[in-house]
Structure formats: C-alpha cells, structure tokens
C-alpha cells in the first residue's frame, strides 16, 4: 500500500534560520503531493501541492518538489517566523484502484520557532 | 465563508455512552471523509463517502458508523465507545476529483474514560 515518511521532530529553530522538513512516498500509482500545516488547536489547511513529477508547490515562502527519481517532496523555506510554529504534514493521494482519492499522511513534524 | 464544520470541539464521556460527531460543510462537495489523528501515527481514514447513500470503509473502520443521507452531512457514530477511541477526531470534504485536495474542519478531541 501507500506510505508516507516524515523526518522525525520536533525541529526547533530561531527565526530567520532555514527550514527543510523531509518527505519521502511510496505509492503503487502516480500520487499527488500535499503538505498541510496545523496550527494549534486548528484543523489542517492545505500548504501547497504537486500533481506530477518536477512540479514544485509554494505557498507563504514555503517551497517543495515533486521529485519522483527520489521518491521525495521535502518542505524548505529560507527564513521562518515565528508565527510558522505547528505541525506540518506531507500527504499523497493517488486515483483509480480502490482508494478513491483517500489521502495517506504522514506523521507529522512538530516546528517550534523561537524569537 | 466555504468551511467545514464539526460539533462538538471537545467532549468527555464514557464507556459504553452512545455519541455522534456531525460534520457539515457548505461547498458542495461530493465526497467527504472522517479520520482520526493519534500522536506518531498522522491522520488515518475512518470511513470515507462518494456521495449521498454511498459510503466506504477506511483504514480503520472498526468501532464506527457513518451515514450519508444529504449531500453536506456526514455524522460519525459511535455506538458503544471504547477508551482505544480517545483520540482527535477530523472530517474533510473535497469536490469530484480524486486528486483534489481536501478540506478540513477544525477538528473534535474525544475522551472516552
């Protein structure tokens, strides 16, 4: 089945410093490539997303690529916030078979950044 | 404002007690699904539905009913809740496409004691 594989956290950082948040899949179809980010005490909301492979996603300074050759879709952005701290989720979703679009997540990384 | 919507936030009950999570969300959407969050584990599918009257299992279904019977609702049940169900609790929705990307409500933290 689908599997998703996040660098374990939590990552503690100083803002300004740069962020890179790996992600690696497996997947028996062609995925598509999400990260979510949840903020405390909040639902996820969608960072960016990639459909095919050397697309790359951003949002907020926040950048990824579809790398299909490494089977990865790493998070970076050059200079955090504070206002960054939450969780942050890789996910894919794959059509056709039996998953319906279902999406298979991560666990999930836990960024703290300090002032 | 297009949102997902979930009641109750939080709630704390116990063994045994019959509950039922509503979600309802205003987009129109045709496929919506529910799913839990558990620390080290990410988010996994509980049940999932195509559209009105047609709903799925997921990955972890057992302990769990859903009904599908408007478009914008889909309550979770549960019929007799277990302690191994404490646990924080997301529906989404997401329009006709199965690589669209889903929409969240803001999540509902269940206590089973």
């Known amino acids: 089945g689908d599997s998703v594989t996040q660098m374990e956290g939590p990552v503690t950082l100083s803002e300004e410093a740069f962020l890179t948040i790996n992600c690696t899949y497996t997947?028996?179809?062609?995925?598509?490539l999400f990260w979510y980010v949840q903020y405390p005490g909040e639902g996820l909301q969608l960072l960016l997303k990639?459909?095919?492979?050397?697309d790359k996603g951003s949002n907020k300074g926040f950048e990824a690529t579809y790398r299909k050759e490494t089977t990865s879709f790493h998070l970076e952005k050059g200079s955090v916030q504070v206002s960054d701290s939450a969780v942050y989720f890789c996910?894919?979703?794959?059509?056709?078979?039996?998953?319906?679009?279902?999406?298979?997540f991560g666990q999930g990384t836990i960024l703290t950044v300090h002032p | 404002e297009a949102q997902v919507t979930q009641n109750p936030r939080y709630l704390i009950t116990v063994t045994g007690k019959k509950l039922t999570v509503t979600c309802s969300q205003n987009?129109?959407?045709?496929?919506m699904s529910w799913y839990r969050q558990d620390p080290g584990l990410g988010l996994r599918q509980i049940y999932y539905?195509?559209?009105?009257?047609?709903?799925d299992k997921g990955d972890v279904p057992e302990g769990y009913k859903v009904s599908r019977k408007e478009k914008r609702n889909f309550p979770l049940i549960l019929e007799s809740p277990s302690p191994n169900q404490t646990s924080l609790y997301f529906c989404?929705?997401?329009?006709?496409?199965?690589?669209?990307?889903?929409?969240f409500g803001d999540g509902t933290r269940l206590s089973i004691l």
């Open positions: 989404a929705s997401r329009p006709t496409g199965e690589r669209q990307p889903q929409h």
């Open positions: 997947a028996t179809g062609y995925p598509s």
């Open positions: 990639a459909t095919k492979a050397d």
């Open positions: 996910a894919l979703t794959t059509a056709g078979g039996t998953s319906y679009g279902k999406l298979t």
């Open positions: 987009m129109n959407h045709e496929y």
């Open positions: 539905s195509m559209n009105v009257e047609v709903t």
